[in-house]
């Protein structure tokens, strides 16, 4: 990712984290669930603490975007852990799918081209550590 991506990321995600995160985790999950109805059963049925761990881990990620070492570490390990949850290669583009959803929704105008850009290198560059890890 370049130096810009990363300071988009770093400004949207700033913008976003007005928002109450059980909103933000509700409406993510809301749009997972209705695309593909399959992966609700993965999910504990009380979600509350979900949305929060959610975005509580997205945003640990996000300011460590310009510290990629440790980044990946951490991603690695947690594609280690979603190996246990039953998690599949092919769940990584349903979630990616989702999530750039919310995050477009929930940035209205400020949902650029270039922002748009920017978290997609970054969702496919956090999702491919974890595929690898979990693959490994
Ligand atoms: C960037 C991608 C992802 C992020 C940031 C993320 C984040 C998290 C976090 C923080 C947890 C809490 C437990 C832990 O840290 O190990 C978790 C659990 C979980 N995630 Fe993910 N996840 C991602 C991708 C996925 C994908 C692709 C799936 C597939 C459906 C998935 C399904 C699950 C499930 C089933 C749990 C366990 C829920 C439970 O039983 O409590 N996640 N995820």
């Not at 769940?91 to 400020?110: C, F, N, R, V």
């Amino acid at each position: 990712m370049t130096a810009a991506q990363i300071q988009r990321i770093h400004h949207s995600w700033r913008l976003l984290k007005a928002v109450d995160p059980a909103i933000v985790g509700d409406v993510f999950y809301s749009r997972l669930f209705l695309l593909y109805p399959r992966l609700r059963g993965m999910f504990p049925k009380k979600m509350e603490d979900q949305h929060q761990k959610l975005i509580d881990m997205l945003s640990h990620m996000v300011a460590r975007l310009d510290q990629p070492d440790q980044l990946a570490q951490e991603v690695q390990a947690m594609g280690a852990r979603h190996l246990g949850y039953g998690v599949k290669p092919e769940h990584y583009a349903m979630i990616g799918e989702a999530l750039l959803w919310t995050l477009e929704k929930g940035l209205g105008h400020d949902w650029t081209p270039e922002t748009a850009e920017a978290w997609t290198a970054c969702y496919d560059l956090i999702a491919r550590k974890m595929m690898e890890a979990a693959a490994a």
